[in-house]
């Protein structure tokens, strides 16, 4: 079984920084693109951040300058280096990860991670 196992959340200062950590486990194959997503209470979820295999990147308007995503691929796993924290960024945040693995038959399918709670307070 394929499972990835977000880490790195808490509270923290507006202004302050913390990163955010996805780690891939199972009988993984191959690991395409990897992202970050978040959900604020109320809303929607919506992508913050993508990296592709080969290391292309993609943020949302609302990080750009501020977060930046990045990944290990002999480590299979994805960071997320969050910056100038702002409470507008408070919001469950999620791992995304397109795998192919032994039990799917080498079939890319998309795997989500359980999430990990930011809060930025005073």
């Known amino acids: 079984q394929v499972q990835l196992v977000e880490s790195g959340g808490g509270l923290v200062q507006p202004g302050g920084s913390l990163r955010l950590s996805c780690a891939a486990s199972?009988?993984?194959?191959?690991?395409?693109?990897m992202g970050w997503y978040r959900q604020a209470p109320g809303k929607q979820r919506e992508l913050v951040a993508a990296?592709?295999?080969?290391?292309?990147?993609n943020y949302a308007d609302s990080v750009k300058g501020r977060f930046t995503i990045s990944r290990d691929n002999a480590k299979k796993t994805v960071y997320l280096q969050m910056n100038s924290l702002e409470p507008e960024d408070t919001a469950v945040y999620y791992c995304?990860?397109?795998?192919?693995?032994?039990?799917?038959?080498?079939?890319?399918?998309?795997?989500w991670g359980q999430g990990t709670q930011v809060t930025v307070s005073s």
């Open positions: 990296i592709t295999r080969v290391g292309i990147t």
């Open positions: 995304k990860g397109s795998i192919a693995s032994s039990s799917s038959n080498y079939v890319y399918y998309e795997y």
């Open positions: 199972g009988s993984i194959f191959s690991i395409n693109g």
